[in-house]
């Protein structure tokens, strides 16, 4: 499939009635349980990948490269459009971030994300032209072959300015991004406002408000048109191995080895698309 038309695919989930949940994968066997619980795309979650390392995320300790080798791992798994949750651009510049559109549509993903974050602690967020710049680069690289998002990280960078979060999304839509994201806004209100201001652009929202977490039909009822889970469904899988782990602590073996089973997970791996 051409990127134009992985683009028109991908996109055409954003601009239905209701639009989509798109949750996000960590690795090859939870992308085939999200395909074969019926999702119809995947996201990659850069904090998941980089505690799957090791790592800590948002500093520039994950490369593009192992970024790009994950999504193209969950892409050939499932079949399915994948999103790649890609911080800055993976770039100091925005010809980096152009750079790395560009692989990005070579290696076949549907969407990516480009925050304004910075990787520098001290400043978090890039400056409202820096970050404006670097969106037009990857817009413009992207040419309608992959769905760009963009994403200002205000909110959960202690920066809790909601005219400041939708004068940066409205600026990224002037600029091109499909998409606009700002997660974790503060309650159902501000939510409301931003997908006011940005209309028709399509909206993502990260599970729900920071004050309280909503249905699936909540959430569509304000207009958002993709809701993701970032690294939630990888902590949740996390909490499981905590409780199992304490279980094995106390010397209980029944509880630290009750899972899926191992035949319904040779059953996931056996339905590699390619």
Not at 182 to 199: E, G, Q
Request: proline share 5%.
């Amino acid at each position: 499939m051409s990127g134009s038309e992985l683009y028109e695919r991908f996109m055409a989930l954003h601009t239905r009635d209701g639009g989509f949940v798109m949750p996000n994968a960590w690795d090859g066997l939870s992308a085939l349980m999200l395909a074969d619980a019926g999702f119809e795309a995947i996201a990659t979650s850069s904090a998941a990948l980089a505690a799957t390392l090791g790592r800590s995320d948002g500093r520039h300790h994950i490369t593009r490269g192992e970024h790009l080798k994950h999504a193209r791992l969950l892409g050939r798994l499932t079949g399915l459009p994948v999103n790649g949750d890609f911080e800055d651009g993976y770039g100091h510049t925005p010809e980096d971030v152009a750079a790395t559109v560009e692989a990005a549509v070579a290696s076949g993903l549907a969407g990516i994300g480009i925050e304004d974050t910075s990787g520098n602690p001290d400043r978090p967020i890039r400056d409202f032209d820096d970050a404006v710049h670097r969106m037009r680069s990857a817009v413009n690289a992207a040419k309608k072959r992959i769905v760009v998002t963009g994403r200002t990280d205000n909110f959960i960078q202690g920066r809790p300015d909601l005219d400041d979060t939708i004068r940066r999304l409205t600026a990224f839509a002037e600029v091109g991004a499909d998409v606009l994201y700002a997660p974790y806004p503060p309650d159902l209100d501000a939510l409301r406002a931003i997908v006011t201001a940005v209309a028709p652009t399509p909206v993502n929202v990260l599970i729900s408000p920071a004050d309280k977490v909503l249905t699936v039909a909540e959430l569509q009822k304000t207009g958002v048109k993709r809701i993701s889970l970032g690294p939630a469904l990888y902590t949740h899988a996390m909490q499981a191995l905590h409780q199992a782990t304490q279980a094995l602590v106390a010397g209980d073996l029944t509880t630290a080895t009750t899972g899926i089973g191992f035949d319904r997970i040779g059953e996931l791996l056996a339905r590699d698309t390619n």
